[in-house]
């Protein structure tokens, strides 16, 4: 099987990007590691603060957040980094050639039962202008991105990870610490008989996903004459892998909540990457108004409504609109 490396060099990535994704990757390991050990460890359960978004931190968002911000501000390949995690953007190193935006723990609240978590990253190039503590280079749409994967913390450490040049998947052989391609440029299957979408906010949701989600529900007697099947894993990570996997629809649409939360995922380091995995495969990514990667972001958390999944299914949602 393909080592990490030589799959990285195929695809014509730079060395110092593959030597960034290569530390990037040793904190996940160690990541991984922590996650396993659960009670065993004291790393379950909440900390009695609360991140930038509002959300009560469970332990081990800080400490993978501690972990990817370590080994990437030591490595000297990144400028600055932006996090979920963190309120600024934290300054690295003033010759780095990267920014790098995380999710260092996605589906947090899965921790609590042993469930699927994982981390979610996007690379892009810090501007030579750049003061490492200046936010507004993070600005620029994922359109720019130079690489984005995530990493999922399931019965298999699994890796899916783009630079452009399709979508990878990888499984951490832990016998000796690598990352080994298990399936390269997976392709989303076009079609589909399946969605994922946290129903219990149907009543705020806007009428074209009212609609789509209505004629979804109506099955085989419905206008799209077909059963579908309906999953929510609770973490994105887990969701957008089982779409990457056999295809389907995830979505977290706008939202009439609250005018400041537009979806509740965060473009930088939860949306744009897995649209970029996607459309690596094949698939398509949305916001309902237009392609994920093309959003521009006016500030590092930004949120944004996610259509993402199989091609077709994705545009005849955007019918819907
Ligand atoms: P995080 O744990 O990083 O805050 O992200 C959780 C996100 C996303 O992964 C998931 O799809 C969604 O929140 C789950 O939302 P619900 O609470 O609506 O199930
Ligand atoms: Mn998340
Ligand atoms: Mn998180």
């Given at each position: 099987m393909k080592r990490l490396n030589s799959q990285l060099q195929k695809d014509g990535a730079p060395l110092e990007l593959i030597l960034l994704i290569r530390t990037l990757l040793a904190g996940c390991k160690e990541i991984s590691f922590r996650v396993s050990q659960g009670a065993l460890a004291g790393v379950l359960g909440s900390t009695l603060s609360e991140n930038v978004q509002g959300e009560t931190q469970k332990k081990l968002d800080v400490i993978s957040n501690q972990i990817l911000k370590d080994i990437l501000k030591d490595?000297?390949?990144?400028k600055a980094i932006s996090s979920e995690e963190e309120d600024d953007v934290v300054p690295c190193h003033?010759?780095?050639k990267y920014l790098v935006s995380f999710?260092?723990?996605?589906?947090?609240?899965n921790t609590e039962i042993n469930s699927l978590i994982g981390t979610i990253f996007s690379i892009a190039h810090a501007p030579?202008?750049?003061?490492?503590?200046?936010?507004?280079?993070?600005?620029?749409?994922?359109?720019?991105?130079?690489a984005a994967g995530y990493v999922l913390y399931g019965p298999s450490t699994m890796l899916a990870m783009t630079t452009g040049r399709g979508t990878h998947l990888y499984t951490l052989d832990?016998?000796?610490?690598g990352f080994l391609v298990?399936?390269?440029?997976i392709q989303v299957p076009e079609d589909t008989a399946e969605f994922a979408i946290n129903a219990s906010n149907q009543r705020h949701w806007e009428e074209p996903i009212q609609n789509y989600i209505g004629d979804l529900m109506?099955?085989?007697?419905?206008?799209?004459g077909k059963d579908y099947n309906m999953r929510w894993v609770a973490a994105m990570v887990g969701d957008i892998h089982r779409v990457l996997c056999r295809g389907g629809i995830f979505m977290y649409p706008f939202d009439k909540?609250?005018?400041?939360?537009?979806?509740?995922?965060?473009?930088?380091?939860?949306?744009n990457p897995m649209a970029f995995l996607m459309e690596q495969a094949g698939g398509l990514a949305s916001t309902g108004e237009g392609r994920i990667m093309e959003v521009m972001p006016s500030e590092i958390h930004q949120r944004v409504p996610v259509l993402i999944g199989s091609k077709n299914e994705v545009a005849k949602c955007l019918e819907y609109y």
């Open positions: 490595s000297g390949y990144v003033p010759d780095g999710d260092p723990l996605d589906g947090s609240s030579q202008w750049m003061e490492p503590d200046d936010p507004s280079a993070f600005l620029q749409p994922g359109t720019q991105m130079v832990k016998t000796h610490g298990t399936q390269a440029n109506a099955g085989a007697d419905g206008p799209r909540r609250n005018p400041k939360k537009p979806g509740k995922l965060r473009l930088l380091y939860e949306a």
